[in-house]
């Protein structure tokens, strides 16, 4: 699968969520310091990983629609790199109820199969459930 990220080379960077954490939390204290951090879904799990390995970085923390750990249908992950049109079809027509909305995203998942399917395996293997029960 060809990627069509404009930085290619920083996706060979990213191995969990705890590299993207890294970038966030790098940029965030080199622009202003330290931020309000806001996450929905794999991004949720990001500002959870720059919340708890880069504190000094965040002034308050928002997380909507995300978890302490995310799972991704198996099939979804299997399919995507098997025949990744026919996941973006399905994935955006689950997420969006406007037809030609939809369409546009499915094309849009469908050329950055590759970014996608790192998303959605990062986010499969995201889970801090043990870590928050302990009280870390």
């Known amino acids: 699968m060809q990627s069509t990220c404009p930085w290619p080379e920083l996706w060979d960077d990213i191995r969990d969520i705890s590299d993207y954490a890294y970038f966030v939390a790098k940029a965030v204290k080199k622009l202003m ?7 929905h879904s794999l991004g949720g799990a990001v500002a959870q990983k720059i919340y708890l390995e880069y504190p000094r970085a965040v002034k308050a923390l928002v ?9 991704v249908l198996p099939e979804i992950l299997k399919l995507l790199k098997e025949k990744p049109d026919e996941v973006a079809k399905m994935v955006s027509k689950y997420a969006f ?11 849009i998942f469908a050329e950055r199969a590759r970014v ?6 990062l986010c499969d293997k995201f889970d801090l459930l043990e870590d928050y029960k302990s009280g870390n």
């Open 63 to 71: 997380l909507v629609g995300t978890g302490a750990r995310l799972r």
């Open 97 to 107: 109820s406007n037809e030609a909305l939809a369409d546009e995203f499915s094309r």
């Open 116 to 121: 996608l399917y790192l998303d959605l395996s």
């Open 33 to 39: 310091g330290n931020a309000v951090i806001v996450g």
